[in-house]
């Protein structure tokens, strides 16, 4: 069984700053790529910013230069550093990881989430 868990969100002005974090727990073998997805009301779901197992980083042209994605491989956890937020960065972020499970020989990769955390950005 494996589990994403996500923290770190809240209420921020406009301006500010928050980090995510989101750590992934349970019978993992390695992991892939892992990724921070939101969603905003009424809108579809969007790749925010991803990180190789190489540590390569891939960002949305929309928080380039405010967002900052990051790994720690010893602990299996992911973050988000977002500074300059804005009001259209409020959303539930999501993160996922593609990662192979201990005993599995195929040594297949797997896509699982997290259950996501509410970024408000408001004055």
């Known amino acids: 069984q494996v589990q994403l868990v996500e923290s770190g969100g809240g209420l921020v002005q406009p301006g500010g700053s928050l980090k995510l974090s989101c750590a992934a727990s349970g019978s993992i073998f390695s992991i892939n790529a892992m990724r921070w997805y939101r969603q905003a009301p009424g809108k579809q779901r969007e790749l925010v910013a991803s990180?190789?197992?190489?540590?390569?980083?891939n960002y949305a042209d929309s928080v380039k230069g405010r967002f900052t994605i990051s790994k720690d491989n010893a602990k299996n956890t992911v973050y988000l550093q977002m500074n300059s937020l804005k009001p259209e960065d409020t959303a539930v972020y999501y993160c996922?990881?593609?990662?192979?499970?201990?005993?599995?020989?195929?040594?297949?990769?797997?896509?699982?989430w997290g259950q996501g955390t509410q970024v408000t950005v408001s004055s």
């Open positions: 996922n990881a593609d990662l192979s499970l201990e005993g599995d020989r195929s040594k297949v990769l797997r896509r699982y």
């Open positions: 990180i190789s197992s190489g540590s390569s980083t």
